[in-house]
Antibody, heavy 122, light 107 residues
Framework: EVQLLESGGGLVHPGGSLRLSCAAS????????MNWVRQAPGKGLEWVSG????????HYADSVKGRFTISRDSSKSTLRLQMNSLRAEDTALYFC???????????????WGHGTMVTVSP | DIQMTQSPSTLPASVGDRVTITCRASQSISSWLAWYQQKPGKAPKLLIF???RLENGVPSRFSGSGSGAEYTLTISSLQPDDFATYYC??????????FGQGTTVEI
């Protein structure tokens, strides 16, 4: 069974840092791009960041560029998101998401984790 | 970035109804469109990709259509399990995925 399990969320002060992890299982990790999508409380979905199957191509939403860093470790089938300079508006449930068909390029998201909550508050 | 606008925001409906949700992009997205269903406290679930292709295991009462900048999700006969929020997502512009604001189908 394909599974994604996020961890690392929590309460952090503005300006602080947090590292999210996502443990993947049930599929060939390096064959698919991976992404982070977030959802603020009571709000819609926002794509945050993505990484190609090889890890060589990374992409960020303008709202997090320069503050967040996505990475992947194929030896451990793990996706990570390093979040620095956190702001109140980063408060959200962060989902780890698998690309449907490819390691890179336009793709829908077919597998979602349950999410890990990040709260940025004084 | 491409903006995605869903309508309506809320859709009152009853079991057995035929339901249609529309998603309009700010420019042509060449059918690079997906639909997701999300229930409270749960992760989104992929229903449709490439505008009209049904994801494995999704009931055939769900269908997608459209082209260019306008797309629709149709539920042919609404079931109790279908009351949820639905999101469209464009993936035409690589690394600039955007979602619609969501449509809540409610009783």
């Amino acid at each position: 069974e394909v599974q994604l399990l996020e961890s690392g969320g929590g309460l952090v002060h503005p300006g602080g840092s947090l590292r999210l992890s996502c443990a993947a299982s049930g599929f060939t990790f390096r064959s698919f791009a991976m992404n982070w999508v977030r959802q603020a409380p009571g709000k819609g979905l926002e794509w945050v960041s993505g990484v190609s199957g090889s890890g060589g191509n990374t992409h960020y939403a303008d709202s997090v560029k320069g503050r967040f860093t996505i990475s992947r470790d194929s030896s451990k089938s793990t996706l990570r998101l390093q979040m620095n300079s956190l702001r109140a508006e980063d408060t959200a449930l962060y989902f780890c998401v698998k690309a449907l068909e490819s390691a890179m390029g336009p793709d829908a998201f077919d597998v979602w984790g349950h999410g890990t909550m990040v709260t940025v508050s004084p | 970035d491409i903006q995605m606008t869903q309508s309506p925001s809320t859709l009152p409906a009853s079991v057995g109804d035929r339901v249609t949700i529309t998603c309009r992009a700010s420019q042509s997205i060449s059918s690079w469109l997906a639909w997701y269903q999300q229930k409270p406290g749960k992760a989104p679930k992929l229903l449709i990709f490439k505008a009209s292709r049904l994801e494995n295991g999704v009931p055939s009462r769900f269908s997608g259509s459209g082209s260019g900048a306008e797309y629709t999700l149709t539920i042919s006969s609404l079931q109790p399990d279908d009351f949820a929020t639905y999101y469209c997502q464009q993936y035409n512009t690589y690394s600039r995925w955007t979602f619609g604001q969501g449509t809540t189908v409610e009783i």
